[in-house]
């Protein structure tokens, strides 16, 4: 596919810039080219502000500037009007012609029609979810399968080279007190009271974990005699299968990762101590009450060895960067969780020190959810054991349901996740509203079919020029554009909003206008535009990672 119109634009105006020195006019540097759209129609399809800028930067008359560029922009045959109106805006009325091209490009080409190099073919690795393997996922960890798995879709998507990865923390205190947990719901299986540990995991899912540990290890755990073998024996099983529940429901919920990577391979291979020695070299830590502290920026520090010689969570995490970086990645996404933010800048300076491009590393803080029935908060705690696991979310509304809705918001926003309306079949779902107008389109295709008429031929769609059409066409050429703009912020709820939109600019057009049984010339080009709608809502829904149904 082309570049977007606001693309070409924006070339264009570029170009026009270049020739503002004929007329007098100098530019230490050219200001960022902002194009927006219009609240009006009549101030065009689209607009920019740059003489407004440029009049700010260079002192010049901005009517000067403003008709020099606006006699450029007028060659351009994507365009039909150009207008400079005060005080220093540029209206643009797009060419019905581009924008048919486009609407027969989408249909025609296909599967090609939106793949383009916007990527420049980069190496990204995308490491997501990542949550401990002490418990079953809950809805939080769903909002952040939902996000990367999304996210690294539209990456490839726009010529990306892209590696999905989930980081699994099979070491540390975390797994000490889930080994504890289950020894003692193991005990109170064998009728031997024990206190819990306070700090031990007390869901519910550990009672039938000790039942397979004692079918499974149950003579080799009475012959150890070690308390630390037998709690390592514990974790090592215990992590597994909580690992393999993990893998079972990520790929329920249609997500899938290319690497699975250890923690404990830092340990194994020697990476961590290496860490350390690098940054001690350097002067950045000190020692204080039998611990090694790290010093970052205006921080007093923060503690990288405990005074019991066990280190603390952001060591391994370093080391890992590290060897992400020496895997050959141009970009390193984490999508980590609000508990994280506390850390990052010990990362960056840890990652800085060590000669990494810091630069290069973007970390994106997904906010918690809270889950919802109407009006009624559905408490999480994961330490309680009462928390929503993501399989029973799905067994209550579904993959499609449940991840548009965790996709709905910023990642960087707090989101209340409601299951009546996750369940509701009405305009008010937006992934039923946005899967209905797919399913309608693919019913009147189908009938259309068997009424023996042609739904692919491009033919007579300058016909097309009622309000409703029009604002159809016009949106689905700015299809390239949402998933330019989900790609560079690195947010799907972009891409969710326009197809929210393009629904209910189709659901409008097909509720307001006769397409067959309508005027016989209009049959045909009508039904090809709902063709191309159709292809984009079915391209926009499978980057999501939803399913597009065609009856409902």
Known sequence: MDNSIKDLIKCSLEKGCGKLEKIGISLSSLPPIFISQPKKK??????????????????????????????????????????????????????????????????????????????????????????????????????????????????????????????????????????????????????????????????????????????????????????????????????????????????????????????????????????????????????????????????????FIRSDGSYTYIVPDIAYHRYKFDRGYDVLIDLLGPDHIDHIPELEKSLELLGYPVENLLVKIIQWVTLKRGAEKIKMSKRSGEFITIDELLDEVGVDAARYLFLMRKSSMPMDFDLELAKEQSERNPVYYVQYGHARISSLLEFAREKNYITDSPEKLNLLRRDEEWKLIRKITEFKEALEDAAKMKEPHLLCYYLLDLSKFYHNFYQKVRIIGGKEELIQPRLFLSNAIRNVLAKGLSLLGVSTPERM
């Open 42 to 303: 009549e101030w065009g399809d689209l607009s920019t502000n740059l003489p407004f800028l440029l009049q700010k930067e260079s002192g010049e008359d901005i009517s000067k500037i403003g008709n020099l560029l606006v006699s450029h922009l007028q060659n351009e045959d994507f365009l039909s009007q150009v207008e400079f109106v005060s005080p220093g805006f540029i209206n643009l009325f797009i060419a019905p012609s581009y924008l048919n091209q486009t609407v027969k490009r989408i249909v025609i080409q296909k599967e090609k029609f939106i793949q383009f190099s916007f990527g420049n073919g980069k190496k990204v690795q995308v490491e997501f979810v990542s949550a401990n393997p002490t418990g079953p996922l809950h809805v939080g960890h769903g909002r952040a399968a939902a996000l990367g798995d999304s996210l690294a879709n539209i990456l490839s998507n726009v010529g990306y080279k892209i590696e999905r990865e989930y980081y699994i923390n099979d070491v540390g205190g975390q797994i000490k007190r889930l080994a504890r947990s289950v020894w003692v719901r193991l005990q109170e299986i064998e009728g031997i009271k024990v206190p819990f540990p306070d700090d031990g995991y007390k869901g519910l899912y550990l009672i039938d974990i000790a039942k397979e540990v004692r079918d499974s290890l149950g003579e080799k755990l009475k012959h150890e005699k070690s308390e630390q073998k037998l709690l390592d024996l514990l974790g090592k099983f215990t992590v597994e299968h909580i690992l393999k529940g993990i893998k079972k429901d990520l790929d329920e919920f249609g997500v899938r990762f290319d690497r699975w990577f250890r923690e404990s391979s830092l340990y194994e291979n020697g990476e961590i101590p290496r860490v350390i020695s690098f940054i001690k070299d350097k002067g950045y830590v000190y020692e204080k009450d039998g611990a090694l502290w790290f010093i970052a920026g205006k921080r007093e520090g923060r503690v």
